[in-house]
């Protein structure tokens, strides 16, 4: 069936480091990809997002990377500050409607000082 | 410019009530999407409107209705409330339908005893 899926449900990392959070998908259809952040308390923020046709595309500190061949997509922050500490969420879409947008399960990243 | 607004933010039910949630878009934002929330399920999607039409549907029970008003004002209602109903309810809002860039209110908790 169709899944969004985190490699690592929980990520710590040292202030000043990178952060690579990972997301698998299945549906080889889906033709858009999205990251958001959601801090606590508060709604999902869209951080960046990449279409099908691109492998790459980079943002004010933040890469995303996509592998189609393996289904695979990964958001890369660079030097991680305390403020990134939240829920990472991946999503994918399909047929360009936000019915198709599937949400993973998040990965929480923590960023010791 | 304000953001999503959402309210109530926290309310409490009992089974067997209903509960009307409310939605205020960003100023010229037409399209307006409801999102639930779990810790077990993540983020499901519920419905999309744009110009008071509901565009897209999730899977959920007909107990889950929505619309959508002229000046894009979205309100969601949950009728005989369950238990499992208990969860964040998150409307967000684009410029155009079809975008997986979405902004996100900061949700209704709802719970239901």
């Known amino acids: 069936g169709e899944s969004v899926g985190l490699h690592l449900p929980t990520l710590s990392v040292q202030e000043g480091d990178n952060s690579i959070i990972n997301c698998a998908y299945s549906n080889s259809a889906s033709d858009y990809f999205i990251w958001y952040k959601q801090e606590s308390g508060k709604g999902p923020q869209f951080i960046i997002d990449?279409?099908?046709?691109?492998d790459k595309r980079q943002g004010q500190r933040v890469t995303v990377l996509l592998n189609k061949t393996v289904k695979h997509l990964s958001l890369q922050i660079a030097a991680t500050q305390p403020g990134d500490s939240a829920v990472y969420f991946c999503a994918e879409n399909y047929g360009g409607s936000q019915g198709n947008l599937i949400f993973g399960k998040g990965t929480k990243l923590s960023v010791k000082p | 410019k304000a953001g999503v607004t959402q309210t109530p933010r926290y309310l409490i039910k009992t089974r067997g009530q209903q509960v009307t949630l409310s939605c205020s878009p960003i100023?010229?934002?037409?399209?307006v999407s409801w999102y639930q929330q779990t810790p077990g399920q993540g983020l499901q999607f519920l419905f999309e409107?744009?110009?008071?039409?509901?565009?897209n549907k999730g899977n959920f029970p007909g107990r889950f209705s929505g619309r959508q008003f002229s000046n894009s004002r979205s309100e969601m209602n949950v009728s005989t409330l369950e238990l499992g109903d208990s969860a964040l309810y998150l409307c967000?809002?684009?410029?155009?339908?079809?975008?997986?860039?979405?902004?996100f209110g900061e949700g209704s908790r709802l719970t239901v005893l």
């Open positions: 990449i279409r099908s046709n691109m």
């Open positions: 967000a809002s684009s410029r155009q339908a079809n975008t997986g860039e979405l902004f």
């Open positions: 100023s010229g934002h037409r399209s």
């Open positions: 409107y744009f110009s008071e039409t509901q565009r």
